[in-house]
């Protein structure tokens, strides 16, 4: 398959941007990692996009991710992320598909994944709705202790996933981020979980996440352009 130079070129970009927002706050590029937001995307393009360097890609559903896979088992470094609402009876599915599950946010389905134990252990965040009514997904803040809770000694909980409610501009989510970086110090003081990651950020606003410490960045546009259906379009 030849190189999609266009692709490389808009990998590279966002790679030298990342690099820059980093530079600006004082971190270390290679703190941040970069998942492409692959949801709509044909094989074809993972498969360009890991040519040209990219190893973490996110899926939005378990039912698009997994023929995906198989088309693209040969790629022996890829790292597939479940981005997307992750419903109870696909947990089982989803455990043994991903490397990390953003998007764990009820006891239910942190239950769910501790049943289906998959060697080695899921990896997981929990994610967090900081809108109220504005975001359609995640646990509200109270609601993260519990999961920890649940999930303790059965599923790892690596960090915490959120996403903005839209706003007009990329400063307008920078409450937000801030506010998960602060929920996850308190967490962690308290809970005895480190909660390192903190999955924010997307084509719009990852600069201003990685100022206020993303450790991973789920761009989708950016890379591989606009996408078809405006459905999806988050
Ligand atoms: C689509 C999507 C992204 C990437 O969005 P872009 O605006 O294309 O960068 C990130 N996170 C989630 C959960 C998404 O659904």
Redesign the pocket.
């Known amino acids: 398959m030849p190189i999609d130079h266009a692709l490389k070129e808009r990998l590279t970009i966002v790679q030298a941007r990342i690099g820059a927002a980093a530079y600006k706050a004082g971190r270390d590029a290679s703190s941040i990692r970069l ?1 492409l ?1 692959s ?1 709509t995307q044909p094989s074809e393009a993972i498969r360009a996009a890991y040519q040209a360097g990219a190893r973490d890609f ?1 899926e ?1 559903y378990v039912q698009e991710a997994i023929p995906k896979r198989a088309d693209l088992a040969d790629l022996t470094e890829i790292r597939w992320h479940l ?2 609402h992750l419903q109870t009876n696909k947990a089982k599915t989803a455990a043994s598909a991903f490397s990390l599950i ?2 764990v946010d009820s006891v239910r389905l942190a239950e769910a994944l501790a049943r289906a134990q998959p060697s080695p252990r899921v990896h997981a965040l929990v994610e967090v709705n900081l809108g109220g009514e504005a975001s359609k ?1 995640g646990v509200a803040p109270d609601g993260v202790a519990p999961i920890l809770d649940a999930a303790r000694g059965k599923i790892e909980v690596d960090g915490l ?1 959120t ?1 903005p409610p839209p706003g007009p501009t990329a400063e307008a989510a920078r409450p937000y981020f801030a506010r998960l970086r602060e929920l996850r110090d308190s967490l962690a003081t308290q809970s005895g979980y480190a909660l390192s990651e903190l999955s924010m950020g ?3 606003d ?1 600069e201003v996440a990685i100022e206020e410490g993303a450790t991973i960045v ?7 352009g606009e ?1 078809e259906s405006k459905s ?3």
């Open positions: 998942v937001a949801k996110g939005n981005i997307g953003h998007s997904t996933m996403i997307m084509t719009d990852f789920r761009i989708g546009r950016a890379i591989f996408r999806l379009k988050k």
